[in-house]
C-alpha cells in the first residue's frame, strides 16, 4: 500500500519534486526497500517512473494546448526546455514538435 500510494501521487502529480529519500521515508521504508518495492510494482525505478509520467502529461498538454514547449516543460518540472526535449525523444522516438504535429493531424 506505501508504494501504490506514491504511485498514484506520481501519476496524478508528476511535475512536483519527488526525492526517492523524501518519499521512502514517507512511507516508513528505507531507500532501498522502497526503491526495490517500486520497481516489482511498476518495472521501473521511481525517477524513471516519474520521467514516463511527465512526458505522459507533456503529450495531453502537446495535444490539447497551444503551449510552447518551453512552458510545458518548466510546467512540468523539467529544468530546461532542451532537456525536456531530450526526455521526450529518448522514450517516444520523435521531439516534441514533431509530436505535436501528428498528434494534432
Not at 501519476?11 to 523524501?22: G, K, L, Q, S
Not at 520521467?51 to 529544468?79: N, T
Amino acid at each position: 500500500e506505501q508504494v501504490e500510494n506514491v504511485i498514484a501521487a506520481l501519476r496524478a502529480h508528476p511535475e512536483a519534486r519527488y526525492p526517492v529519500e523524501d518519499i521512502a521515508r514517507q512511507s516508513g521504508l528505507s531507500e532501498t526497500n522502497f526503491t526495490l518495492r517500486f520497481k516489482a510494482a511498476t518495472g521501473l525505478p521511481p525517477h524513471a517512473f516519474l520521467l514516463e509520467c511527465r512526458i505522459e502529461r507533456a503529450k495531453k498538454e502537446l495535444r490539447s494546448a497551444r503551449l510552447s514547449m518551453a512552458a510545458i516543460a518548466y510546467s512540468l518540472g523539467f529544468p530546461s526546455a532542451q532537456h525536456f526535449a531530450t526526455q521526450f525523444r529518448k522514450l517516444t522516438g520523435v521531439s516534441p514538435g514533431e509530436w505535436r504535429r501528428t498528434a494534432s493531424s
